[in-house]
């Protein structure tokens, strides 16, 4: 009976509760360490965060203040409008539909090899190269009909960013090869009134792409204009134009190399991908779903440059556009310096790579290695513009004085008001006669003057002799 009450009244009167053990002083200053520790980590964080913040405004600042477009979207406002009147690039169009690909029949067409100063065509190719030719002379003579008008606008929309569709650019280096084709036929007939007008059609066609604020549209121009000067290597080692046809391709080949068009280009660059840094949560899951669409070709994004809120807050992809606003405007400013001087953006662009590796910038780490060697490219294209107009005016000098100069001093000031620099070194021109003819030439990015021996076509990948850039003509009667 005790024992049942006992039990009635321990559950009737609550027990008072036990006496807690006060912490040990060892304990509570833990405590305080771990609070202190976390408030300095939050604050450290804050503090970073809003720094970070502030500087990418300052640069955004920057550009906008420049007059630069800042995203793909504003890219495309910022061009200037063309009226429809005045768009060459909507003839062209025509022109690119009227054209017969290099397939089928036509296969081998956009072989480089064809086009080599020394190959010999056999009959057989000379057939099908002037078959392919003549099938395509409507769409030459469209393109003709377009390059009549003042102004050139492709339709692109800038806001997809890196996968902006353009395909006007491989339709443009169709035409552009199918004309020198053309050229080289001229000259293998001996028509050395034709063939000039056909490479000066190349140059054309490549400017009209010089307001096309993107690498790839700079790098396809680099690429017809470099097509240009190997079509009049060739022809200038089958015969020879007047001396007003040298005169007019020479100074076409010199406009071509007037402007400096690679700053414009990295511009267009920056804006394109600095929303790729800002992506969505919608646009994270659609860059994963292609992802995981194997054998697809992936579908076009467009990039709103709105990033997920809690992405942008950690700070991770915000530090990434820092190095690479950073990035692209130094290398904007070194771009746009006198070469040999642009030069310096190669270590530049190497080095801040480099960087963006080792500080888990991902984006910057994955855009910027491609383009370290650009301006090397546009180096080497720069030379092969000097080394055509030059030649140009070494057939000038020969067709007034009867002889091949001496040396290039000899070309000035009658024929050249200054002898053109070396992009690499900033030296003239290198030139050296020979037995039937004459090389000029260039010591090309690695600085060596090899006397101006020439790359075999094509330079096999195991071949580790160095070369020049060269212009070589050989021709019985020099």
Same mark, same amino acid.
């Given at each position: 009976m005790k024992t049942r009450v006992s039990d009635w009244l321990k559950k009737r009167i609550p027990l008072p509760p036990p006496k807690r053990t006060p912490a040990s002083p060892l304990v509570r200053t833990l405590r305080r360490l771990f609070?202190?520790?976390?408030?300095?980590?939050?604050? /450290?964080?804050?503090?970073?965060?809003?720094? #970070?913040?502030?500087?990418?405004? /300052?640069? @955004?600042?920057?550009?906008?203040?420049?007059?630069?477009?800042?995203?793909?979207?504003?890219?495309?406002?910022?061009?200037?409008?063309? &009226?429809?009147?005045? =768009?060459?690039? #909507?003839?062209?169009?025509?022109?690119?539909?009227?054209?017969?690909?290099s397939t089928g029949r036509f296969k081998g067409m956009d072989d480089p090899d064809l086009l080599n100063r020394t190959n010999t065509w056999p009959a057989v190719?000379?057939?099908?190269?002037?078959?392919?030719?003549?099938? =395509?002379?409507?769409?030459?003579?469209?393109?003709?009909?377009?390059?009549?008008? &003042?102004k050139f606008r492709y339709s692109v929309d800038f806001a997809y960013g890196p996968d902006a569709q353009m395909p006007h650019l491989s339709h443009l280096k169709e035409i552009a090869r199918i004309a020198a084709l053309k050229a080289a036929l001229d000259a293998e007939n001996g028509l050395s009134d034709r063939w000039p007008e056909e490479v000066d059609l190349q140059l054309r066609l490549a400017t009209t792409l010089d307001d096309e604020?993107?690498?790839? /549209?700079?790098?396809?121009?680099?690429?017809?204009?470099?097509?240009?000067?190997?079509t009049t290597e060739r022809s200038l080692n089958r015969v020879t134009p007047n001396v007003q046809l040298c005169q007019k391709l020479q100074a076409a080949f010199t406009r071509a190399g007037e402007t400096n068009l690679l700053p414009l280009a990295l511009v267009g660059e920056r804006a394109m991908c600095i929303p790729v840094f800002r992506l969505s949560w919608a646009e994270i899951q659609s860059v994963s779903k292609d992802g995981e669409l194997e054998g697809q070709p992936r579908k076009p994004q467009?990039? /709103?440059?709105?990033?997920?809120? @809690?992405?942008?807050?950690?700070? @991770? @992809?915000?530090?990434?556009?820092d190095l690479f606003l950073q990035t692209m405007e130094k290398s904007v400013s070194l771009a746009a310096l006198p070469f040999p001087a642009s030069l310096t953006l190669t270590n530049y662009l190497e080095a801040a790579s480099r960087a963006a590796q080792k500080n888990a910038c991902i984006l910057s780490g994955m855009l910027l290695p491609s383009l370290s060697r650009i301006v090397v490219r546009e180096a080497a294209t720069e030379a092969a513009i000097r080394l055509a107009a030059t030649a140009l005016t070494v057939e000038r000098f020969r067709a007034?004085?009867?002889?091949?100069?001496? =040396?290039?001093?000899?070309?000035?000031?009658?024929?050249?008001?200054?002898?053109?620099?070396?992009?690499?070194?900033?030296? &003239?021109?290198?030139?050296?006669?020979?037995? =039937?003819g004459y090389v000029i030439y260039s010591i090309d990015a690695d600085g060596h003057d090899d006397g101006g021996r020439e790359p075999p076509a094509p330079k096999k990948s195991t071949d580790t002799n160095s070369y020049d850039i060269t212009f070589l003509v050989e021709q019985p009667a020099l």
């Open positions: 609070l202190l520790f976390t408030l300095l980590v939050l604050g /450290s964080f804050t503090l970073w965060r809003a720094l #970070l913040a502030k500087e990418i405004s /300052s640069r @955004f600042a920057r550009i906008r203040a420049a007059g630069f477009p800042t995203s793909g979207a504003e890219l495309n406002a910022w061009r200037a409008t063309v &009226p429809d009147a005045e =768009n060459g690039a #909507l003839v062209l169009t025509q022109a690119f539909a009227l054209a017969q690909a190719t000379r057939a099908l190269v002037e078959d392919y030719v003549q099938t =395509n002379a409507p769409a030459l003579a469209k393109a003709r009909e377009a390059l009549m008008l &003042p604020p993107t690498l790839i /549209s700079h790098l396809v121009r680099l690429a017809m204009i470099r097509l240009a000067v190997r467009r990039y /709103s440059g709105k990033p997920m809120p @809690f992405l942008w807050f950690t700070g @991770f @992809f915000e530090r990434d556009l007034d004085r009867g002889r091949l100069p001496d =040396n290039l001093s000899e070309l000035t000031p009658q024929f050249l008001d200054a002898l053109p620099p070396d992009p690499f070194d900033g030296a &003239p021109l290198r030139y050296r006669r020979l037995t =039937n």
